[in-house]
């Protein structure tokens, strides 16, 4: 195999321009099916909850969810979408072991939601992103490789197939493709993957969990050059984090610069992004609308939702997540470039709970703007996942803030909530971290600083009381940073006798 030489980003962005598109797959958080009762609980044991409907057993025929449908509609109002007042369910035709229909029920030329628009900031600057449709179809099981060293088909022994998930409601958002956006390219596929989970959690449809594959997205990336068509996009599937959105993007853009340098041509195809690498490796041939047969659903009625019905849905939606983060930003008292730093890192859901828990947004954004937000760089998992939840970083605040922990110390105590040793009191007592506050207790550390400093202590008789500082930094050594701060600078100034 030729190795082709990569360029790096700036170069290839150089040269070509990106255009991106973005297919999102939204699990529905219905009790059952969308075809048949059986429950949906996530993490049940594989193939227990399955009948006849969900398996396609001879005989066995489908009824619609309607809260399904419902939440769909709601989906598409809230992106900005026309709803249609008459479409159908078609069957997708295609095998894999995790189709136990060897069809998918879906929608193909009758989405129940069209032509919409989602609005995305980026340094400032909004990009209107256009929704091509939302549709609503069934999920597929899901199948476990085993043997292989990577998870996947290559190199597996065997493979297990788990129908649990078959049949689950999921919601497909498929954009326009999104052009002129160079350089931005993968924020902008970053930024708008984030926003609309923002949006479809406030409708309270799906948890929107991306760790659990219930919200899922596949990243279209085509390039060319300056004035030429539009290139050959590749798709690749299932992306399950918004930072590998991002670094997804950026990995097609310079292996197809480096393709496209070398002489070579992009093939439509899907591929496999991988979390280690940050790279893209060639899964299969991509299939087009003929290859998969499309024809309407025999089995179900056609679905036609009253005017008056959607009306009312549309003036049920919930505060839009932009109108609340305005909102929000106001409250907290941070300038606009503050909050896009909060809403790019992920943070305005947990820094909004942790106050909710009973910390200042002051000190709610410190935490995990700060200390949280480099851990979860470094580990590179989303903020979300550092460790750490709003409830426990509003107890940690509260130590702080009752001077039981000064910052240092608190910073050692979040070092053992992330490591799963329970709550701040918990880890505070069983580290002995809390801070000594008890001038008895801090006497004799103070007449040690004294009596090892004379020249200081002579200054500080002088009156020059700021180079007291320098007897509570040795005070603060000595008693491993547990000592309170202010508490020793008051003892100091009492021990030499002057007025503080």
Same mark, same amino acid.
């Not at 159908?88 to 193909?108: I, L």
């Given at each position: 195999?030729?190795?082709?030489?990569?360029?790096?980003?700036?170069?290839?962005?150089?040269?070509?321009?990106?255009?991106?598109?973005?297919?999102?797959?939204?699990?529905?958080?219905?009790?059952?099916?969308?075809?048949?009762?059986?429950?949906?609980?996530?993490?049940?044991?594989?193939?227990?909850?399955?009948?006849?409907?969900?398996?396609?057993?001879?005989?066995?025929?489908?009824?619609?969810?309607?809260?399904?449908?419902?939440?769909?509609?709601?989906?598409?109002?809230?992106?900005?979408?026309?709803?249609?007042?008459?479409?159908?369910?078609?069957?997708?035709?295609?095998?894999?072991?995790?189709?136990?229909?060897?069809?998918?029920?879906?929608?193909?030329?009758?989405?129940?939601?069209?032509?919409?628009?989602?609005?995305?900031?980026?340094?400032?600057?909004? %990009? #209107?992103?256009? !929704?091509? &449709?939302?549709?609503?179809?069934? @999920?597929? +099981?899901? =199948?476990?490789?085993?043997?292989?060293?990577?998870?996947?088909?290559?190199?597996?022994?065997?493979?297990?197939?788990?129908?649990?998930?078959?049949?689950?409601?999921?919601?497909?958002?498929?954009?326009?493709?999104?052009?002129?956006?160079?350089?931005?390219?993968?924020?902008?596929?970053?930024?708008?993957?984030?926003?609309?989970?923002?949006?479809?959690?406030?409708?309270?449809?799906?948890?929107?969990?991306?760790?659990?594959?219930?919200?899922?997205?596949?990243?279209?990336?085509?390039?060319?050059?300056?004035?030429?068509?539009?290139?050959?996009?590749?798709?690749?599937?299932?992306?399950?984090?918004?930072?590998?959105?991002?670094?997804? %993007? #950026?990995?097609? !853009?310079? &292996?197809?610069?480096?393709?496209? @340098?070398? +002489?070579? =041509?992009?093939?439509?195809?899907?591929?496999?992004?991988?979390?280690?690498?940050?790279?893209?490796?060639?899964?299969?041939?991509?299939?087009?609308?003929?290859?998969?047969?499309?024809?309407?659903?025999?089995?179900?009625?056609?679905?036609?939702?009253?005017?008056?019905?959607?009306?009312?849905?549309?003036?049920?939606?919930?505060?839009?997540?932009?109108?609340?983060?305005?909102?929000?930003?106001?409250?907290?008292?941070?300038?606009?470039?503050?909050?896009?730093?909060?809403?790019?890192?992920?943070?305005?859901?947990?820094?909004?709970?942790?106050?909710?828990?009973?910390?200042?947004?002051?000190?709610?954004?410190?935490?995990?703007?700060?200390?949280?937000?480099?851990?979860?760089?470094?580990?590179?998992?989303?903020?979300?996942?550092?460790?750490?939840?709003?409830?426990?970083?509003?107890?940690?605040?509260?130590?702080?803030?009752?001077?039981?922990?000064?910052?240092?110390?608190?910073?050692?105590?979040?070092?053992?909530?992330?490591?799963?040793?329970?709550?701040?009191?918990?880890?505070?007592?069983?580290?002995?971290?809390?801070?000594?506050?008890?001038?008895?207790?801090?006497?004799?550390?103070?007449?040690?600083?004294?009596?090892?400093?004379?020249?200081?202590?002579?200054?500080?008789?002088?009156?020059?009381?700021?180079?007291?500082?320098?007897?509570?930094?040795?005070?603060?050594?000595?008693?491993?940073?547990?000592?309170?701060?202010?508490?020793?600078?008051?003892?100091?100034?009492?021990?030499?006798?002057?007025?503080?």
């Amino acid at each position: 195999m030729t190795t082709i030489a990569l360029p790096s980003f700036s170069d290839a962005l150089g040269r070509y321009e990106p255009v991106i598109g973005l297919e999102t797959h939204v699990e529905l958080g219905t009790r059952t099916k969308m075809f048949c009762g059986c429950p949906t609980t996530f993490g049940a044991e594989p193939n227990t909850q399955v009948c006849p409907v969900c398996l396609a057993l001879p005989g066995a025929l489908p009824v619609a969810n309607r809260l399904g449908i419902e939440a769909t509609i709601r989906i598409g109002l809230a992106l900005n979408c026309s709803i249609a007042t008459w479409c159908r369910m078609a069957r997708k035709n295609y095998f894999y072991p995790d189709m136990p229909k060897n069809f998918q029920t879906s929608q193909y030329d009758e989405p129940l939601c069209t032509d919409g628009w989602v609005d995305v900031e980026i340094d400032g600057e909004t %990009v #209107r992103i256009g !929704i091509e &449709r939302v549709h609503l179809e069934e @999920d597929t +099981g899901k =199948t476990l490789h085993v043997g292989g060293a990577t998870g996947r088909i290559h190199g597996a022994t065997e493979s297990l197939v788990d129908y649990n998930r078959a049949g689950i409601p999921l919601v497909e958002i498929v954009t326009k493709p999104v052009p002129g956006i160079g350089a931005r390219a993968p924020e902008v596929a970053r930024a708008y993957v984030t926003e609309l989970r923002d949006i479809i959690r406030s409708l309270g449809v799906s948890d929107v969990r991306m760790e659990q594959g219930s919200l899922r997205c596949d990243v279209n990336t085509s390039l060319n050059r300056p004035g030429e068509e539009w290139g050959t996009r590749t798709e690749t599937k299932n992306v399950n984090s918004l930072r590998s959105v991002e670094r997804a %993007v #950026r990995s097609e !853009i310079i &292996r197809q610069a480096g393709v496209l @340098d070398s +002489g070579g =041509t992009i093939t439509q195809e899907t591929r496999h992004f991988h979390e280690d690498t940050g790279d893209t490796t060639s899964g299969r041939s991509k299939e087009t609308a003929t290859d998969y047969r499309y024809f309407p659903e025999p089995d179900l009625v056609p679905i036609a939702p009253d005017p008056a019905w959607v009306a009312e849905l549309k003036a049920a939606l919930p505060e839009k997540p932009s109108v609340r983060r305005a909102r929000l930003r106001e409250d907290w008292g941070i300038a606009e470039l503050e909050m896009q730093a909060v809403v790019n890192a992920g943070a305005v859901d947990l820094i909004a709970e942790t106050i909710a828990a009973g910390a200042t947004p002051a000190g709610a954004r410190k935490w995990w703007m700060g200390e949280l937000a480099r851990r979860a760089n470094e580990t590179g998992v989303e903020l979300s996942a550092v460790g750490a939840t709003p409830a426990q970083v509003a107890q940690l605040q509260a130590l702080v803030d009752d001077g039981k922990l000064n910052d240092k110390l608190a910073r050692t105590v979040l070092e053992g909530v992330v490591a799963g040793e329970g709550d701040p009191a918990a880890v505070m007592t069983a580290r002995g971290l809390e801070v000594v506050s008890d001038t008895g207790a801090l006497t004799a550390a103070v007449d040690e600083a004294i009596a090892a400093n004379p020249d200081v202590a002579a200054k500080i008789r002088d009156g020059k009381v700021a180079a007291a500082g320098a007897l509570v930094g040795a005070v603060m050594k000595t008693t491993r940073g547990q000592a309170d701060a202010k508490t020793v600078r008051e003892l100091i100034l009492a021990r030499l006798g002057v007025e503080g």
